[in-house]
T-cell receptor, first 115, second 115 residues
Framework: AQTVTQSQPEMSVQEAETVTLSCTYDTSESDYYLFWYKQPPSRQMILVIRQEAYKQQNATENRFSVNFQKAAKSFSLKISDSQLGDAAMYFCAYRKETSGSRLTFGEGTQLTVNP | EAGVAQSPRYKIIEKRQSVAFWCNPISGHATLYWYQQILGQGPKLLIQFQNNGVVDDSQLPKDRFSAERLKGVDSTLKIQPAKLEDSAVYLC?????????????FGSGTQLSVL
């Protein structure tokens, strides 16, 4: 079974600084998808960024970028120029490339942004 | 565009009672998901519908949980009878298709407390 591990239960960053959230996963598949979701106190999960495993280029969405290391099964999220609105729970998620496969989430990292 | 609607937002019941949650996905979205998120954990898929058919219910405790999606639109998740360990946030999500790279749109969830 696939597992997703986020080893940092909590992280904090100063406003305007950069922070990196870690994620590792375990899979025997060669093709799959990886995601980072953000969950603010409103509880509504919001997709931040996604990465196809077959793509070597790291995905980027404005201030958010990933460092995807397929051999190491690592998928970290970098947030640049952190803003107060970035404070939330962040979840890493995995989905294998099979029709109907489920999205498997990690345990989450609580990010605090200090003014 | 209206988002995924869920109700109620909060529910408190005693163990052995029954409870039902309702979800109305984004109009036109064929795929609907119910996730259970226990405090301090990532969401876990309970059931996935494609239109009104079940795609994956392997992690649904079928002795007490049931779900339906009549007419392939809105959905109801029921717990009967509830146990203390069912205390969690129940998130509903939808996506336009069943594609593996599809973005999931989440509702704000129902927070259930079983006393």
């Amino acid at each position: 079974a696939q597992t997703v591990t986020q080893s940092q239960p909590e992280m904090s960053v100063q406003e305007a600084e950069t922070v990196t959230l870690s994620c590792t996963y375990d899979t025997s598949e060669s093709d799959y998808y990886l995601f980072w979701y953000k969950q603010p106190p409103s509880r509504q999960m919001i997709l931040v960024i996604r990465q196809e495993a077959y793509k070597q280029q790291n995905a980027t969405e404005n201030r958010f970028s990933v460092n995807f290391q397929k051999a190491a099964k690592s998928f970290s999220l970098k947030i640049s120029d952190s803003q107060l609105g970035d404070a939330a729970m962040y979840f890493c998620a995995y989905r294998k490339e099979t029709s109907g496969s489920r999205l498997t989430f990690g345990e989450g990292t609580q990010l605090t942004v200090n003014p | 565009e209206a988002g995924v609607a869920q109700s109620p937002r909060y529910k408190i019941i005693e163990k052995r009672q029954s409870v039902a949650f309702w979800c109305n996905p984004i109009s036109g979205h064929a795929t609907l998901y119910w996730y259970q998120q226990i405090l301090g954990q990532g969401p876990k898929l309970l059931i996935q519908f494609q239109n009104n058919g079940v795609v994956d219910d392997s992690q649904l405790p079928k002795d007490r949980f049931s779900a339906e999606r009549l007419k392939g639109v809105d959905s109801t998740l029921k717990i009967q009878p509830a146990k203390l360990e069912d205390s969690a946030v129940y998130l509903c999500a939808s996506s336009p298709r069943q594609g593996l790279n599809e973005k999931l749109f989440f509702g704000s969830g129902t927070q259930l407390s079983v006393l």
